[in-house]
């Protein structure tokens, strides 16, 4: 059986990183990538789909974007091109196509089973993503077979979404775009508006992202929040990247016709049911970028920057409408719902003592409770931009750093994770 140091499973930004680091450390390792290189970006990605950071943040260890446009966003085919620039430029050993089926334990090492052969290692790094599967609500269970549903991953472009209206259910970035250019493209649009966090695109006349990190907002680690479960879990931004810098929001959607509806609570065939405290949720989200506004505000002015940036613009809010409670889609005429609903990490081929009642990986720094097991790319797995392109570089140096310091029989073992067992 071919053995290795190192095994990284997954050869997307997290994966990338860590083999860099490794390298850089002269550690021997290989990527195990299912696809592509990046698949995801190749294949579960919308035609339209662009960052939403700018490209002045797309960087790994080691290398950042260079072109002609820092202040723009790539598409998917540029990042997943991005990708694999890198992995070129980093010698990176990555074995495409190769999908692991089986990851066990066995004495002080571990085999991973593929489709193209078995391998053994000293350690681990499970490196596939924090957007795994979709998460599809329970009500999906119960709509009606005349209805088609329809994942991010599967939606390309509304010309292949069946004739008829759409129930995007979701307003993160997915949904609100998703919605967007439905209504764009003459369809009938009902979004189902759950909690969200909006932000504008651009504030006093530079980029959200630019302002974050002068507050330092991904500098913070999950020991500086108080309830990391719910840091972990909370909301996507609402946010577009657009090469005209423009916002996509509710007000935005509400202008193109689309019809606001609150949170689904359910569904029973074709007749959905809609949390009718739709207004209270806008509410709290419009409160809530208006805090983070004040903040950069506030920032602006300690720092000399105020004389230097646009004068702050109020921002819009949704106009009053009729919380719809109910709603025959049918009658409607909604023929697909589109499920903007997040995601959910699933390891069928993990057969380590790792995970929690939740399915979540149990980390601290993604450093497992199995010595030599490590996960890299999850969202808040230290600091807020973990799973970002420009964040998952520093704990994939971390990692290097003790994976490194474990052959050498120095390593520390892992404290208790913050989250802990909470259901």
Not at 221 to 228: A, K, L, M, Y
Not at 290 to 296: D, K, M, T
Request: proline share 6%.
């Amino acid at each position: 059986m071919e053995t290795t140091h190192t095994i990284v499973v997954g050869a997307g930004q997290a994966g990338l990183a860590m083999s860099a680091c490794l390298s850089e450390r002269g550690h021997e390792h290989v990527l195990l990538e299912r696809g592509r290189i990046a698949e995801r970006w190749h294949s579960e990605r919308w035609d339209s789909l662009r960052l939403l950071t700018p490209n002045w943040m797309t960087r790994l260890p080691g290398y950042s974007y260079v072109g002609p446009d820092p202040d723009g966003f790539m598409t998917a085919r540029q990042t997943a091109r991005f990708f694999a620039d890198y992995a070129a430029a980093v010698t990176a050993p990555v074995r495409e196509r190769t999908e692991v089926i089986r990851l066990s334990q066995v004495d002080d090492g571990f085999v991973v089973e593929t489709t193209t052969g078995a391998l053994r290692a000293n350690n681990v790094v499970i490196a596939t993503g924090w957007c795994d599967q979709p998460a599809i609500p329970a009500a999906g269970r119960a709509l009606s077979p005349d209805i088609r549903q329809i994942v991010p991953g599967e939606y390309r472009n509304p010309a292949r979404v069946p004739s008829g209206g759409v129930l995007v259910v979701g307003t993160s970035a997915t949904g609100v775009q998703i919605a967007h250019e439905l209504a764009e493209h003459g369809r009938d649009v009902v979004l189902a508006i759950g909690s969200h966090r909006r932000v504008p695109r651009r504030y006093r006349g530079l980029d959200i992202f630019w302002w974050l990190d002068q507050l330092g907002t991904f500098d913070r680690t999950v020991d500086d929040v108080d309830d990391p479960w719910a840091a972990r879990t909370e909301a996507a931004l609402q946010l577009v990247g657009r090469p005209d810098h423009t916002d996509l929001d509710l007000p935005h959607l509400q202008d193109q016709g689309i019809r606001l509806t609150g949170r689904l609570l359910g569904i029973d065939g074709t007749r959905a049911c809609f949390d009718r405290n739709v207004v209270a949720t806008i509410a709290a989200a419009d409160a809530q970028m208006e805090r983070l506004l004040s903040r950069i505000d506030d920032h602006a002015e300690r720092s000399g920057l105020a004389a230097e940036v646009l004068e702050p613009v109020p921002f819009r809010t949704v106009r009053p409408f009729r919380a719809v409670e109910s709603l025959d889609l049918a009658a409607a005429g909604v023929r697909s719902v589109v499920w903007a609903t997040g995601y959910r990490r699933r390891y069928p081929w993990l057969e380590l003592p790792i995970l929690d009642r939740r399915g979540e990986i149990r980390q601290r720094r993604g450093v497992t409770p199995v010595a030599g097991a490590y996960v890299l790319g999850q969202r808040f797995q230290h600091y807020r931009n973990s799973n970002f392109i420009d964040g998952v570089g520093r704990d994939a140096t971390h990692l290097a750093d003790h994976i490194v310091a474990r052959a050498s029989g120095r390593a520390t073992p892992p404290l208790p994770d913050p989250i802990g067992e909470r259901p």
